[in-house]
Every structure is written in C-alpha cells, then in structure tokens.
C-alpha cells in the first residue's frame, strides 16, 4: 500500500509540476492591447501627396472650417498643407507661423500619441531647415543683383574711360603733329 502512495505522490507531484510549468510558460504570454504607435498625421501626409491640385484647394478649404470649427488637427492639417511643396498654397513660412501658433490644451495632450507629437516636431525642424535654406538663397539672389549692378558700372565707367583714351590718344598725335610740322617749317 505504501507503493502506491508513492506512486500517487509521485503522479501527483509530477501532475503538479506540469501544470506549474504550464501555467508560467503561459503567464510569460500574456495578451496586449495591439497599439499601433503611428502617426495620423504622417498618415495624412502621405495621403495629401496623391492629392491634384484642385483637390488640395478643397482640402485646405475644408480644413479652414474645422480649425473655425475649433478642431485642434485642422491647424496641424493645414500646415501640412502648406509645407507639401507640391501644393498651391506652398509657403514654409506660413506652415511654421500655423504650427508656432499652435497651442494644445492638457486634455487634448491626451489624445495625441508619442509618434503625432514627433512627427510635429519633426515638421518643425524640416520647416526651420527649408526657411534657413531659402532665406540664404534670398540672400544670395540678392547679393548676385547687386554684384552685377556694380558690375555694369564698373563696365559702364571702363567704357567711358576707354573714349577718354581714345580722345587722349587723338590729342597726343594731333600734337605731334603740330609739333613735326613746326620742326619742318624751321
């Protein structure tokens, strides 16, 4: 009898240890909450690039009404508008004015994933670079005018220094010659 309450004991133990090997093989699998940690508005972005023309002007007349509406992505979505080079309203300067504007209230922080608040972010140092990038090819547009209006005046007064040579020139022979005619008269 004692055999067979080992034999129990020892099915029983191993019945046991199964089970407590099952129940942390399964514990170290628990289920998540599948959340994708994508940005809507890179996901708008992308969408915006397949937009024609035409079809960006109504977005950014729609987007208008929401931010009038009060809805905080508009303003986020019409500066996207405005940063999309491809667009009709492309201004950089006015995506940055739209998003420094842009404040967000603490219970609209919530809403907003990790990857929304990058992608802005993000923006912001894209749109920074483009206006550094286009205020220098400003300045450098500007400097090359200037550098070809003093060109032409620099052309312009070695022309007339040129005649003045020329006349100079005249002079001198006209003066040698009065000068070989008087030596012939002597």
């Keep these: 009898m004692l055999n067979i309450i080992k034999v129990k004991v020892n099915s029983s133990l191993k019945c046991y240890a199964l089970l407590f090997a099952a129940f942390l ?3 170290g699998c628990q ?3 599948t959340s994708t940690n994508d940005s809507q508005y890179s996901h708008y972005y992308l969408w915006l690039k397949s937009l024609s023309s035409d079809e960006l002007l109504e977005e950014t007349t729609k987007q208008k009404q929401h931010i009038s509406s009060g809805y905080f992505d508009a303003e986020v979505n019409l500066a996207l508008l405005y ?3 491809n667009s009709p309203i492309y201004n ?3 995506a940055k004015t739209t998003l420094n504007k842009l404040t967000i209230a603490p219970q609209q922080a919530v809403q907003i994933s990790a990857a929304d608040f990058g992608f802005i972010s993000m923006m912001k140092d ?3 670079q483009q206006i550094l990038t286009l205020n220098k ?3 450098t547009e500007q400097l090359s005018q200037e550098n070809q209006t ?13 005649v003045q040579l020329q006349k100079l020139k005249q002079q001198i022979n006209q003066l040698k010659k009065i000068e070989f005619d008087i030596n012939n008269q002597e």
């Design 25 to 27: 093989h399964l514990s």
């Design 31 to 33: 289920l998540t909450e």
């Design 83 to 85: 940063s999309l080079p």
């Design 92 to 94: 950089p300067y006015t």
């Design 126 to 128: 894209q749109l920074n």
């Design 137 to 139: 090819l400003i300045l």
């Design 150 to 162: 003093l060109l032409k005046g620099k052309e312009t007064e070695h022309a007339a220094l040129r």
